[in-house]
């Protein structure tokens, strides 16, 4: 292992708090102090464009690879040694010459509904308005009710939440694992249950990306590091978002969990106005290809959507 080993990361607040918790596994796992945390451990906070642009719907603009493009450039350049990232942003097919090398073990992947008068979706009054950047929980809140307002709602996890104190919304929508990592856990009215609002493949699970040549390093930490179950649970829905054709301009979601030995995979897509939803659930056995049977459980998904006249989008 090098003396150094350089750690990209957003300069977001939840990115730089959940890469601190990555690194300090990272010192444990090398025996590394903390008077030695800057020298051998140092972050590289990133800028990218995803969070320079905070007036517009990713899908406008160039998608979530806009949260991650400018931290693989620096993995691909040789700025940073190890980046992290949320790995619902990280796109399926990975630059070339970047591998992702451990997912820890996930936070909780569910929504939350976030409120300062309601406790939950059904309890908002009719036409409230609901704050969401997401195109996914956009549709899936008008499946549950095609009365509500639907607003953009970017920026970071703090000016989200003033921004509901302040009354601009009845309610907003964010991921339970960022709230948690920032101990703003406490904000949460309700989880939102998997059967109305199934989650981005991967929310909730973070990425440790590497360049391909130095997949050995990581012989001395990786497996640490790495949650197996996770990482088996989120690669299935990674295979089903694939499948899914799944972007900023579609709204899917895919969510994989484990039941004794088996994994379960529900996977679905749905119209952005939610008039319509396409939905399968698949058990799969411990000695089935994983990602095969998970790529065809969203394959099923998409053609019958296809079948009835959806657009095909990527």
């Known amino acids: 292992m090098t003396l150094t080993l350089r750690i990209g990361t957003r300069r977001s607040t939840l990115a730089m708090t959940q890469t601190g918790h990555?690194?300090?596994?990272?010192?444990?796992?090398?025996?590394?102090?903390?008077?030695?945390?800057?020298?051998?451990?140092?972050?590289?906070?990133?800028?990218?464009?995803?969070?320079?642009?905070?007036?517009?719907?990713?899908?406008?603009?160039?998608?979530?690879?806009?949260?991650?493009?400018?931290?693989?450039?620096?993995?691909?350049?040789?700025?940073c040694d190890l980046a992290v990232h949320s790995l619902?942003?990280?796109?399926?097919?990975?630059?070339?010459g970047l591998a992702l090398a451990a997912i820890p073990l996930r936070e909780?992947?569910?929504?939350?509904?976030?409120?300062?008068?309601?406790?939950?979706?059904?309890?908002?009054?009719?036409?409230?308005?609901?704050?969401?950047?997401?195109?996914?929980?956009?549709?899936?809140?008008?499946?549950?009710?095609?009365?509500?307002?639907?607003?953009?709602?970017?920026?970071?996890?703090?000016?989200?939440?003033?921004?509901?104190?302040?009354g601009e919304f009845e309610a907003i929508l964010l991921a339970a694992s960022g709230l948690n990592r920032?101990?703003?856990?406490?904000?949460?009215?309700?989880?939102?249950?998997?059967?109305?609002f199934v989650p981005a493949p991967g929310q909730g699970a973070l990425a440790l990306q590497i360049r391909e040549g130095d997949a050995p390093a990581i012989e001395v930490w990786g497996p640490t590091l790495n949650d197996p179950a996770t990482a088996l649970a989120v690669k299935a829905e990674r295979a089903a978002m694939r499948a899914l054709e799944g972007s900023c301009r579609t709204a899917v979601g895919a969510h994989a969990w484990h039941d004794g030995?088996?994994?379960?995979?529900?996977?679905?897509?749905?119209?952005?106005d939610g008039t319509r939803r396409w939905r399968e659930t698949a058990r799969i056995s411990p000695t089935a290809d994983v990602e095969a049977a998970a790529e065809a459980l969203g394959r099923t998904v998409q053609n019958r959507a296809l079948a009835d006249g959806e657009p095909f989008e990527n």
């Open 108 to 166: 909780d992947p569910r929504d939350a509904f976030v409120s300062e008068r309601f406790d939950a979706v059904a309890d908002l009054p009719e036409g409230g308005r609901v704050g969401t950047a997401s195109l996914r929980r956009q549709a899936q809140l008008l499946a549950l009710r095609p009365d509500l307002r639907i607003e953009l709602l970017r920026g970071n996890v703090d000016s989200r939440l003033k921004r509901v104190a302040d």
């Open 22 to 79: 990555v690194r300090q596994a990272l010192a444990d796992a090398l025996g590394v102090g903390p008077d030695e945390m800057d020298a051998r451990l140092p972050l590289v906070p990133i800028v990218t464009t995803g969070d320079r642009i905070q007036d517009r719907r990713l899908l406008e603009v160039g998608g979530k690879a806009l949260f991650t493009k400018e931290i693989e450039a620096a993995l691909i350049d040789g700025r």
């Open 261 to 272: 030995d088996d994994l379960v995979l529900i996977a679905e897509r749905l119209r952005p």
């Open 182 to 196: 920032l101990g703003r856990g406490d904000r949460i009215r309700t989880l939102l249950p998997v059967e109305d």
């Open 88 to 96: 619902k942003d990280v796109p399926v097919e990975p630059p070339e």
